[in-house]
């Protein structure tokens, strides 16, 4: 989007985005971020890059929002876009590689429609050392929004039964665009392994029936890799990677069962950061871990004392999902057609959100079997 900026007075005052001090030789932090003052310009071939403000930070990289032009554009012809910004060490070098192939590799060979829930990307390249993706500017997060209405309607606590997410109109459209992504995403063995709110951006400013982007592929990895080790963000990691079990592609299934609840009941389904807590919340909702699941399991003495959890948790109006799902309050007057479509709808989200939190990875649908759920497919 082109955007015209009026003028500004401009302190003459350095502002520093990304504070130092300088290793010997570098202009990297001692933890490998390059150091960046606002409005510092970064130039790659024939466009420069103007920073404007730190927008995010990952253990990876800063992003950055930033007005781009060419070289021999006019002053007001500048665009907003983002720069990601990664640390000059080996490890974030293959990151950033990584998500720049793992986006191009789904979006080869496909329109722009059908690769709507993909950031665009405008280039690629170093600088000083760093990896730097250039990419369109969106809108707020899924969280962002999640945030906004929680602060709006003072909600203090998680079981508040005021509690609401998105219509339920929305989140199919939700789920249908971010499956429809994993279907282009995960046919080239690309695992995201991230998929949560902060992660989903709206096209631009929330409304309803508008496209949605995943974002962030720096922690996407190949089917190819052989991965026990911890990841995904713990309210969205299945009882695989707690367990360090291997893992494949149905762990980016778990998470969008998880992000499916969370965006329509407006509260995260396992909002547990440690992994003991974790696996007793999904026994809470889901009933017992499976006995070879945890007989299988490197950790599990860890965790259990044969098959019981050495962890419990207190009870919570989330455990019973199925049920939050179909009894949330109902937020506006709806005719009589459109209360039993509502309930028809709320009946397939909760099959869709049970498909998808199977324990046995095996027992989970693929990105495929979920195109044919009636959930996805009536939106």
Request: glycine share 4%; with cysteine.
């Amino acid at each position: 989007m082109s955007v015209k900026f009026g003028s500004k007075c401009i302190s003459s005052r350095v502002i520093s985005l990304v504070e130092g001090p300088a290793m010997p030789g570098t202009e990297d932090n001692a933890d490998g971020f390059l150091i960046v003052s606002e409005y510092q310009v970064i130039q790659h071939n024939e466009t420069k890059y103007k920073i404007i403000k730190v927008i995010g930070r990952g253990n990876s990289a800063y992003a950055f929002q930033a007005e781009s032009r060419l070289i021999s554009q006019s002053i007001l012809e500048r665009k907003v876009v983002v720069l990601k910004i990664f640390r000059s060490n080996p490890l974030s070098t293959t990151m950033a590689n990584d998500e720049y192939r793992f986006i191009n590799n789904a979006i080869h060979g496909h329109s722009a429609e059908e690769t709507v829930s993909f950031p665009k990307i405008y280039d690629f390249f170093t600088y000083k050392g760093h990896p730097v993706i250039v990419m369109e500017q969106y809108g707020p997060s899924l969280y962002d929004h999640f945030m906004n209405i929680f602060k709006m309607e003072e909600i203090k606590s998680q079981d508040n039964p005021n509690l609401h997410g998105m219509e339920i109109l929305h989140v199919q459209y939700l789920m249908r665009q971010l499956v429809k992504a994993l279907s282009l995403l995960h046919p080239t063995g690309c695992i995201h392994a991230d998929i949560k709110p902060e992660n989903i951006l709206f096209d631009h400013l929330p409304k309803r029936f508008q496209n949605f982007v995943l974002i962030d592929f720096s922690s996407s990895f190949s089917t190819e890799w052989k991965c026990t080790y911890p990841i995904t963000t713990s309210f969205y990691r299945p009882p695989e990677v707690s367990l360090c079990l291997p893992y494949n592609q149905s762990l980016d299934i778990w998470s969008l069962g998880c992000v499916a609840y969370e965006a329509f009941v407006g509260a995260p389904l396992f909002p547990q950061f440690d992994d003991d807590k974790l696996l007793a919340n999904f026994e809470k909702s889901l009933g017992p871990i499976p006995k070879e699941m945890i007989e299988q399991s490197p950790v599990r003495t860890r965790y259990f004392d044969g098959l019981n959890l050495k962890v419990q948790i207190e009870d919570s109006i989330h455990h019973d999902y199925i049920r939050m799902i179909s009894e949330l309050y109902y937020t506006r007057a709806q005719s009589k057609e459109q209360f039993q479509r509502e309930l028809e709808l709320r009946a397939q989200l909760a099959d869709f959100v049970s498909s998808c939190l199977k324990y046995s990875p095996a027992d989970r649908p693929t990105v495929q079997d979920l195109l044919k759920h009636p959930f996805i497919v009536d939106a």
